[in-house]
């Protein structure tokens, strides 16, 4: 079902960045906006381009707008409340992560999609970059085989908004996390080593998936991380993939030949770059990073 006309909440940082951009790169109309109060939602849609009507009050805005669906970008400790009354209205629902703050909360957020017959997507945009689901293809086609283990960093400064390794584990290196389930399943085991101080944070991760795909996660928030760092590794049977920071996929088929492997060339890579032109603007990043991609999966699904 395609959702064209869809009204928005919360109009900071993150929506004015990434996901009204990348919204009216999906094709997205966006019907209406809700902020704190109605001046900053207008100014918000005067920047847009957009006609959409302005609200103070996204209650308000739902009663008298004619939507059934809803982007919720928020500030974190306001979302569940938010997301959990668009779907006592029925609406069906998009909201920037974390979902909730604990289990109880998500548990709940699900409980009332199914009574009112409402969908929930989380913002987990990685699972809609192009790098990861070139990996995602190469696991589910087994064209090198079983996957055996995976390596990924992730090393940003999330020290402005994240005061302790909680609010770092939520509010920034859940997207890696949901990236590790989405292409290698469900988690059993989990081990954790820190070397963290209040907001800067330091964890190595070990896990073991329920297919029996092992694995760690290096994550760093730190002031040291001003440039960030995403880099993955998986181990297939029969050779490997690599992705650098989301722009470029390496895939090293394994030498199958008999004999010394240095003596000739029998090594093969297989490279694969977006391309970068004066052209790309701002939205290359929107695409590679996986906003539209996720925007526009919200719209048609």
């Not at 064209?143 to 994240?162: I, K, M, Q």
Request: hydrophobic fraction near 45%; include cysteine.
């Amino acid at each position: 079902m395609k959702r064209n006309n869809i009204a928005f909440i919360g109009a900071g940082f993150q929506a004015t960045t990434n996901i009204f951009p990348a919204a009216i790169e999906a094709a997205i109309n966006i019907t209406s906006l809700a902020t704190r109060n109605s001046d900053s939602a207008q100014a918000a849609l005067t920047r847009l381009g957009s006609n959409g009507k302005a609200y103070g009050d996204y209650k308000l805005m739902l009663q008298q707008e004619a939507v059934d669906s809803v982007v919720i970008v928020a500030q974190p400790k306001d979302q569940y409340e938010i997301a959990l009354g668009c779907l006592e209205l029925g609406k069906n629902v998009f909201v920037e992560k974390p979902l909730g703050w604990n289990a109880a909360q998500a548990a709940l957020i699900n409980e009332a999609a199914i009574a009112n017959n409402a969908k929930v997507m989380v913002g987990f945009m990685k699972r809609f970059a192009p790098s990861y689901l070139k990996v995602k293809e190469l696991i589910d086609t087994k064209e090198f085989g079983e996957v055996r283990s995976f390596y990924l960093n992730f090393c940003v400064d999330g020290t402005p908004f994240c005061p302790d390794e909680e609010a770092f584990v939520k509010l920034a290196a859940i997207h890696v996390l949901d990236l590790a389930i989405y292409l290698f399943g469900d988690i059993d085991d989990v081990a954790v080593m820190n070397n963290s101080i209040g907001a800067s944070v330091n964890l190595v991760v070990a896990v073991k998936a329920k297919s029996g795909v092992v694995g760690s996660f290096n994550l760093s928030s730190m002031s040291a991380w001003s440039r960030e760092s995403e880099n993955l590794t998986v181990t297939f049977d029969d050779g490997f993939v690599q992705v650098e920071e989301i722009n470029k996929v390496i895939i090293h088929r394994s030498n199958k030949q008999i004999g010394k492997s240095f003596a000739s060339f029998t090594e093969s890579d297989e490279i694969h770059i977006a391309s970068m032109t004066p052209m790309s603007g701002s939205v290359r990043d929107l695409y590679l990073r996986g906003f539209v991609g996720e925007l526009a999966h919200f719209k048609n699904m």
